[in-house]
Protein backbone atom coordinates (compact mmCIF):
# COMPACT_ATOMS: atom_id res chain seq x y z
CA UNK A 1 0.00 0.00 0.00
CA UNK A 2 1.28 3.26 -0.93
CA UNK A 3 -0.59 4.85 1.63
CA UNK A 4 -2.25 4.84 4.38
CA UNK A 5 -3.87 7.20 6.70
CA UNK A 6 -1.87 9.97 8.54
CA UNK A 7 -1.98 11.61 11.76
CA UNK A 8 1.25 13.28 11.04
CA UNK A 9 0.56 16.91 10.77
CA UNK A 10 2.45 19.09 7.39
CA UNK A 11 3.28 21.76 10.54
CA UNK A 12 4.81 18.67 12.17
CA UNK A 13 7.06 17.56 9.29
CA UNK A 14 8.67 20.84 8.33
CA UNK A 15 9.40 21.35 12.20
CA UNK A 16 11.01 17.68 11.91
CA UNK A 17 12.59 19.27 8.99
CA UNK A 18 13.97 22.38 10.16
CA UNK A 19 15.32 20.54 13.34
CA UNK A 20 16.84 17.77 11.80
CA UNK A 21 16.80 17.50 7.82
CA UNK A 22 18.73 15.08 6.31
CA UNK A 23 21.78 14.30 8.30
CA UNK A 24 25.15 12.33 8.35
CA UNK A 25 25.69 12.64 11.86
CA UNK A 26 29.53 13.27 12.04
CA UNK A 27 30.21 12.77 16.10
CA UNK A 28 26.87 11.31 16.88
CA UNK A 29 26.50 13.46 19.71
CA UNK A 30 22.62 12.69 19.45
CA UNK A 31 23.18 9.04 20.49
CA UNK A 32 23.79 10.34 23.99
CA UNK A 33 21.10 13.11 23.98
CA UNK A 34 17.54 13.08 24.60
CA UNK A 35 15.79 11.95 21.58
CA UNK A 36 12.51 13.60 20.11
CA UNK A 37 10.27 11.37 19.41
CA UNK A 38 8.35 10.55 15.78
CA UNK A 39 4.50 9.60 16.14
CA UNK A 40 2.89 6.83 15.28
CA UNK A 41 0.44 5.55 12.25
CA UNK A 42 -1.56 4.20 14.34
CA UNK A 43 -4.39 5.37 16.95
CA UNK A 44 -5.25 3.90 19.81
CA UNK A 45 -8.87 3.25 18.66
CA UNK A 46 -7.22 1.63 15.66
CA UNK A 47 -4.81 -0.55 18.01
CA UNK A 48 -7.86 -1.63 20.30
CA UNK A 49 -9.40 -2.68 17.29
CA UNK A 50 -6.45 -5.25 15.83
CA UNK A 51 -5.53 -6.37 19.38
CA UNK A 52 -9.12 -7.61 19.91
CA UNK A 53 -9.61 -9.03 16.05
CA UNK A 54 -6.38 -11.02 17.03
CA UNK A 55 -6.34 -15.04 17.95
CA UNK A 56 -7.24 -15.88 21.31
CA UNK A 57 -4.01 -17.92 21.40
CA UNK A 58 -0.93 -16.93 18.69
CA UNK A 59 0.79 -20.03 16.33
CA UNK A 60 3.03 -21.44 18.34
CA UNK A 61 6.62 -20.84 16.54
CA UNK A 62 8.84 -23.71 16.46
CA UNK A 63 12.15 -22.81 17.85
CA UNK A 64 13.85 -19.68 18.31
CA UNK A 65 12.97 -17.10 15.92
CA UNK A 66 16.04 -15.38 14.15
CA UNK A 67 14.15 -13.13 11.84
CA UNK A 68 10.49 -12.83 10.58
CA UNK A 69 8.45 -11.12 7.80
CA UNK A 70 5.30 -9.25 9.02
CA UNK A 71 2.54 -6.72 7.19
CA UNK A 72 2.39 -2.97 7.81
CA UNK A 73 -0.88 -2.59 6.32
CA UNK A 74 -3.45 -1.78 9.21
CA UNK A 75 -6.20 -3.96 7.22
CA UNK A 76 -3.99 -6.79 8.37
CA UNK A 77 -3.74 -5.32 11.91
CA UNK A 78 -4.54 -8.41 13.11
CA UNK A 79 -2.12 -10.42 11.83
CA UNK A 80 0.42 -7.91 13.38
CA UNK A 81 -0.59 -8.33 16.35
CA UNK A 82 -0.53 -12.16 16.13
CA UNK A 83 2.99 -12.24 14.76
CA UNK A 84 4.46 -9.69 17.75
CA UNK A 85 2.14 -12.00 20.01
CA UNK A 86 4.05 -14.80 19.46
CA UNK A 87 7.44 -12.97 19.29
CA UNK A 88 6.61 -12.04 22.79
CA UNK A 89 7.12 -15.41 24.06
CA UNK A 90 10.77 -15.02 23.54
CA UNK A 91 10.85 -11.79 24.98
CA UNK A 92 13.33 -10.21 22.50
CA UNK A 93 15.49 -7.16 23.52
CA UNK A 94 16.09 -5.27 20.11
CA UNK A 95 13.98 -5.69 17.18
CA UNK A 96 15.59 -4.49 14.07
CA UNK A 97 12.60 -3.36 11.33
CA UNK A 98 13.41 -3.18 8.08
CA UNK A 99 10.77 -1.88 5.58
CA UNK A 100 10.27 -0.24 1.77
CA UNK A 101 10.51 3.55 1.95
CA UNK A 102 7.51 4.12 -0.14
CA UNK A 103 8.11 7.45 -1.55
CA UNK A 104 12.38 6.59 -2.49
CA UNK A 105 13.08 9.67 -0.12
CA UNK A 106 16.46 10.74 1.09
CA UNK A 107 19.40 8.00 0.47
CA UNK A 108 19.00 4.74 -0.29
CA UNK A 109 19.08 3.38 2.76
CA UNK A 110 17.90 5.53 6.00
CA UNK A 111 17.98 4.84 9.60
CA UNK A 112 17.54 6.94 12.62
CA UNK A 113 18.30 7.80 16.46
CA UNK A 114 14.85 9.42 17.55
CA UNK A 115 12.03 7.23 19.56
CA UNK A 116 8.54 6.71 18.62
CA UNK A 117 5.67 8.27 20.28
CA UNK A 118 2.84 5.33 20.39
CA UNK A 119 -0.63 5.42 22.39
CA UNK A 120 0.75 4.39 25.83
CA UNK A 121 4.11 5.33 25.95
CA UNK A 122 7.37 5.27 23.95
CA UNK A 123 9.34 2.61 21.88
CA UNK A 124 12.72 3.04 21.90
CA UNK A 125 15.37 3.02 19.63
CA UNK A 126 18.48 1.01 20.21
CA UNK A 127 20.84 3.72 19.41
CA UNK A 128 24.42 2.06 19.77
CA UNK A 129 23.36 -0.14 16.36
CA UNK A 130 21.96 3.26 14.62
CA UNK A 131 25.29 4.93 15.55
CA UNK A 132 27.60 1.83 13.68
CA UNK A 133 25.42 2.01 10.51
CA UNK A 134 26.03 5.62 10.24
CA UNK A 135 30.23 5.36 11.07
CA UNK A 136 30.31 2.28 8.78
CA UNK A 137 28.14 4.38 5.96
CA UNK A 138 26.16 1.79 5.30
CA UNK A 139 23.07 3.80 6.46
CA UNK A 140 22.38 7.80 6.72
CA UNK A 141 19.72 9.34 8.96
CA UNK A 142 16.95 11.34 8.00
CA UNK A 143 14.29 11.63 10.84
CA UNK A 144 12.17 13.07 8.74
CA UNK A 145 12.05 10.54 6.20
CA UNK A 146 11.60 8.02 8.23
CA UNK A 147 9.11 10.22 10.24
CA UNK A 148 6.81 9.89 7.32
CA UNK A 149 7.18 5.86 6.97
CA UNK A 150 4.45 3.83 7.82
CA UNK A 151 6.50 0.54 7.20
CA UNK A 152 7.95 1.27 10.53
CA UNK A 153 5.56 3.65 12.28
CA UNK A 154 2.31 1.23 11.62
CA UNK A 155 4.47 -1.51 13.70
CA UNK A 156 5.75 -0.01 16.91
CA UNK A 157 2.68 0.39 18.84
CA UNK A 158 2.54 -3.23 18.30
CA UNK A 159 6.27 -3.53 19.24
CA UNK A 160 4.89 -1.37 22.60
CA UNK A 161 2.60 -3.44 23.59
CA UNK A 162 3.40 -7.21 23.35
CA UNK A 163 7.32 -6.16 24.03
CA UNK A 164 7.10 -3.14 26.53
CA UNK A 165 10.84 -3.22 27.09
CA UNK A 166 11.98 -3.94 23.57
CA UNK A 167 14.25 -1.27 21.50
CA UNK A 168 13.53 -1.18 17.73
CA UNK A 169 16.33 -0.27 15.26
CA UNK A 170 14.63 1.28 11.97
CA UNK A 171 15.70 0.94 8.65
CA UNK A 172 14.43 1.82 5.35
CA UNK A 173 15.20 1.12 2.11
CA UNK A 174 14.78 2.30 -1.68
CA UNK A 175 13.32 0.15 -4.07
CA UNK A 176 16.61 -0.30 -5.91
CA UNK A 177 18.57 -1.33 -3.30
CA UNK A 178 20.49 -4.33 -4.38
CA UNK A 179 21.28 -7.88 -3.24
CA UNK A 180 24.94 -6.93 -2.20
CA UNK A 181 23.78 -3.80 -0.35
CA UNK A 182 21.36 -6.22 1.03
CA UNK A 183 24.34 -8.17 2.42
CA UNK A 184 26.84 -5.06 3.48
CA UNK A 185 24.01 -4.37 5.40
CA UNK A 186 23.68 -7.56 7.24
CA UNK A 187 27.43 -7.53 7.62
CA UNK A 188 27.62 -4.38 9.04
CA UNK A 189 25.34 -5.76 11.58
CA UNK A 190 26.68 -9.06 12.54
CA UNK A 191 27.84 -8.14 15.71
CA UNK A 192 24.46 -6.62 17.54
CA UNK A 193 22.86 -9.89 15.54
CA UNK A 194 22.44 -12.83 19.27
CA UNK A 195 20.33 -14.56 20.60
CA UNK A 196 18.14 -11.55 22.11
CA UNK A 197 17.77 -9.64 18.89
CA UNK A 198 15.09 -10.86 15.75
CA UNK A 199 15.21 -8.60 12.87
CA UNK A 200 11.73 -8.61 11.19
CA UNK A 201 10.84 -7.49 7.34
CA UNK A 202 8.19 -5.31 7.11
CA UNK A 203 6.68 -5.81 3.89
CA UNK A 204 3.10 -6.16 1.85
CA UNK A 205 2.91 -8.67 -0.98
CA UNK A 206 0.41 -8.36 -4.13
CA UNK A 207 -0.96 -4.50 -4.60
CA UNK A 208 -3.85 -3.61 -6.59
CA UNK A 209 -5.17 -7.13 -7.71
CA UNK A 210 -8.82 -8.28 -7.30
CA UNK A 211 -8.41 -11.47 -4.37
CA UNK A 212 -8.30 -14.02 -6.83
CA UNK A 213 -5.42 -12.58 -9.32
CA UNK A 214 -3.52 -11.80 -5.45
CA UNK A 215 -3.50 -15.80 -5.03
CA UNK A 216 -2.32 -16.36 -8.18
CA UNK A 217 0.78 -13.81 -7.38
CA UNK A 218 1.23 -14.96 -4.24
CA UNK A 219 1.44 -18.35 -5.37
CA UNK A 220 4.35 -17.59 -7.36
CA UNK A 221 6.26 -15.46 -5.18
CA UNK A 222 5.96 -18.59 -2.46
CA UNK A 223 7.58 -20.71 -4.61
CA UNK A 224 10.61 -18.48 -4.91
CA UNK A 225 10.85 -17.70 -1.67
CA UNK A 226 10.60 -20.98 -0.58
CA UNK A 227 13.58 -21.51 -3.51
CA UNK A 228 15.43 -18.41 -1.64
CA UNK A 229 15.56 -17.54 -5.28
CA UNK A 230 16.87 -13.83 -4.98
CA UNK A 231 17.06 -13.37 -8.74
CA UNK A 232 13.49 -13.87 -9.80
CA UNK A 233 12.22 -11.73 -6.25
CA UNK A 234 14.16 -9.18 -7.00
CA UNK A 235 12.86 -8.86 -10.44
CA UNK A 236 9.36 -8.54 -9.00
CA UNK A 237 7.29 -5.36 -8.67
CA UNK A 238 4.37 -4.11 -6.65
CA UNK A 239 2.06 -6.61 -8.31
CA UNK A 240 4.20 -9.20 -6.29
CA UNK A 241 5.10 -7.47 -3.08
CA UNK A 242 6.71 -3.97 -2.18
CA UNK A 243 10.58 -4.57 -1.11
CA UNK A 244 12.36 -7.45 -2.25
CA UNK A 245 15.10 -5.61 -0.28
CA UNK A 246 13.80 -5.76 2.95
CA UNK A 247 12.22 -9.33 2.40
CA UNK A 248 16.26 -10.36 1.50
CA UNK A 249 17.43 -9.42 4.60
CA UNK A 250 15.33 -11.68 6.59
CA UNK A 251 16.13 -14.98 4.71
CA UNK A 252 19.67 -13.90 3.69
CA UNK A 253 19.86 -13.36 7.90
CA UNK A 254 18.24 -16.56 8.44
CA UNK A 255 20.34 -19.00 5.74
CA UNK A 256 23.55 -17.39 7.61
CA UNK A 257 22.13 -18.83 10.46
CA UNK A 258 21.73 -22.58 8.65
CA UNK A 259 18.34 -21.99 8.54
CA UNK A 260 16.66 -23.26 5.20
CA UNK A 261 13.47 -23.13 5.49
CA UNK A 262 10.35 -21.46 7.22
CA UNK A 263 6.88 -21.14 8.85
CA UNK A 264 3.94 -19.24 7.01
CA UNK A 265 2.17 -18.49 10.36
CA UNK A 266 -0.91 -16.53 7.72
CA UNK A 267 -1.59 -16.12 4.45
CA UNK A 268 -4.42 -13.55 3.14
CA UNK A 269 -5.45 -10.87 1.50
CA UNK A 270 -7.15 -7.66 1.84
CA UNK A 271 -10.05 -8.84 -0.50
CA UNK A 272 -10.63 -11.85 1.47
CA UNK A 273 -10.41 -9.68 5.39
CA UNK A 274 -12.81 -7.49 3.68
CA UNK A 275 -15.02 -9.99 2.39
CA UNK A 276 -15.25 -8.26 -1.17
CA UNK A 277 -13.88 -10.35 -3.67
CA UNK A 278 -13.99 -7.81 -6.52
CA UNK A 279 -11.78 -4.84 -4.51
CA UNK A 280 -8.54 -4.09 -5.38
CA UNK A 281 -6.45 -5.72 -2.73
CA UNK A 282 -2.89 -5.78 -1.12
CA UNK A 283 -1.78 -9.68 0.19
CA UNK A 284 0.05 -10.51 3.21
CA UNK A 285 1.70 -13.38 4.99
CA UNK A 286 3.66 -13.23 7.83
CA UNK A 287 6.70 -15.38 8.43
CA UNK A 288 8.89 -17.18 10.67
CA UNK A 289 12.52 -18.47 10.71
CA UNK A 290 13.31 -20.38 13.87
CA UNK A 291 16.41 -22.32 14.90
CA UNK A 292 16.28 -25.69 17.14
Not at 81 to 104: C, K, M, T
Not at 207 to 228: G, P, V
Request: with cysteine; proline share 5%; glycine share 8%.
Amino acid sequence: MRRIGRWVGLGWLVLLLLLTGCQQVGDYDSINSPSPAHPSFVTRQELADALGSAKPEPVEIRGHQVSGVVPHHLVAGHLIADYFAGLSRQSPEVIIIVGPNHENRGGKIITGFYNWQIPGGTVKTEKEVVASLLELNLAVQDEAVLAGEHSIGTLVPFVRHYLPEAKIVPIILHHGVTLDEVDKLLNGMEPYLNDKTVLAASVDFSHYLTSREAENKDTQTLIYMRNFDYAALFRLGDDHLDSPASLALAFRHAQKQGIKEFQVLEHTNSGVIMNNQLMETTSYFTLVFARG
